[in-house]
């Protein structure tokens, strides 16, 4: 289940003390390509339940989150794992890409 972050408090608790690696997906309402990689997202969400918690950020309304971590384009997908970022992935990607990764990260 995707889980929407609002602002830096939500982000520490639900990313950064997070005991599961987290795929945050970094996006905003009029991005084109972030609405088509929604549902690659969600699916990804049911299928690695208890091993991968999903999270988006609207950058529109969160941008010193943005600013942070560094989102020049979106949509932006970073891969956190014991509170860091271990993966960032520009831009829209397939499923079976986007498993490649997360399967690279849980070993």
Same mark, same amino acid.
């Given at each position: 289940?995707?889980?929407?972050? =609002? *602002?830096?408090?939500? +982000?520490? %608790?639900?990313?950064?003390?997070?005991?599961? @690696?987290?795929?945050?997906?970094?996006?905003?309402?009029?991005?084109?390509?972030?609405?088509?990689?929604?549902?690659?997202?969600?699916?990804?969400?049911?299928?690695? =339940? *208890?091993?991968?918690? +999903?999270? %988006?950020?609207?950058?529109?309304?969160?941008? @010193?989150?943005?600013?942070?971590?560094?989102?020049?384009?979106?949509?932006?997908?970073?891969?956190?794992?014991?509170?860091?970022?271990?993966?960032?992935?520009?831009?829209?990607?397939?499923?079976?890409?986007? %498993?490649?990764?997360?399967?690279?990260?849980?070993?």
């Amino acid at each position: 289940m995707m889980q929407t972050i =609002d *602002g830096e408090d939500n +982000f520490q %608790k639900d990313v950064l003390q997070s005991k599961l @690696p987290v795929l945050v997906d970094f996006w905003a309402e009029w991005c084109g390509p972030c609405r088509a990689a929604a549902p690659i997202l969600d699916k990804l969400s049911t299928e690695y =339940d *208890g091993r991968v918690d +999903f999270a %988006k950020v609207n950058v529109d309304g969160n941008s @010193p989150l943005a600013a942070k971590y560094g989102i020049a384009a979106i949509p932006t997908t970073i891969i956190f794992k014991d509170g860091q970022p271990v993966q960032q992935v520009v831009g829209l990607k397939s499923q079976k890409e986007l %498993k490649k990764i997360l399967d690279g990260i849980l070993g």
